[in-house]
């Protein structure tokens, strides 16, 4: 079936970094956007990052612009968030999504089920 | 950036009540808001995309209308697996930014 795993969460000193992965399964990855929405605890969602379908083009959050950076490997199925320079703010679930038509307007239609950073002297 | 601002934050209502939840955008979106349902300790669930159109499987109790920057998410009639927390999303421009939430508790 249609399936985003994330892994690579954890608790991480503020000012290091981070590396999230995200693998895909059950659809062509190489044809969709694929996003990545974070949930701080207790908040509601704040949209981070999204990836084109190639690669070619990649749009940030203001909150995480020139600290994070969203990328994809199309032969291993995978979405990344190396994420740097980390701050206790940036504590949340992570979630990587899947855009639901091959553009960017229509949605996110499958979620995985998030990976929690923490970040935390 | 395009801000979203959901209203009410919060709402109690019963089995079988109408609710309305609005959406409100600082700029025009045209037709591109989005509306999830997320239940506490679960990934978000697409319930409409591009203001109405139902994502494949969602009861047709769920409708979406609006255009421009003022949209609304309506339930028709309530039912128990429905109690959850509701955010709009605009994805005309980036970043594609969420409302606050709405969260609908049992009256």
């Known amino acids: 079936q249609v399936q985003l795993v994330e892994s690579g969460g954890g608790v991480v000193q503020p000012g290091r970094s981070l590396r999230l992965s995200c693998a895909a399964s059950?659809?062509?990855?190489?044809?969709?956007?694929i996003h990545w929405v974070r949930q701080a605890p207790g908040k509601g969602l704040e949209w981070v990052a999204l990836i084109s379908y190639d690669g070619s083009n990649k749009y940030y959050a203001d909150s995480v612009k020139g600290r994070f950076t969203i990328s994809r490997d199309n032969s291993k199925n995978t979405l990344f968030l190396q994420m740097n320079s980390l701050r206790p703010e940036d504590t949340s679930v992570y979630y990587c999504a899947k855009s639901y038509s091959g553009g960017y307007y229509h949605g996110l239609d499958v979620w995985g089920q998030g990976t929690t950073v923490t970040v935390s002297s | 950036d395009i801000q979203m601002t959901q209203s009410p934050s919060s709402l109690s209502a019963s089995v079988g009540d109408r609710v309305t939840i609005a959406c409100r955008a600082s700029?025009?979106?045209?037709?591109?808001v989005n509306w999830y349902q997320q239940k506490p300790g679960k990934a978000p669930k697409l319930l409409i995309y591009?203001?109405?159109t139902l994502q494949s499987g969602v009861p047709s109790r769920f409708s979406g209308s609006g255009s421009g920057t003022d949209f609304t998410l309506t339930i028709s009639s309530l039912q128990p697996e429905d109690f959850a927390t509701y955010y709009c999303q605009q994805s005309y421009s980036t970043p594609h930014t969420f409302g606050q939430g709405a969260k609908l508790e049992i009256e």
């Open positions: 700029h025009s979106v045209i037709k591109y």
């Open positions: 059950g659809f062509t990855f190489s044809t969709y956007a």
């Open positions: 591009a203001t109405s």
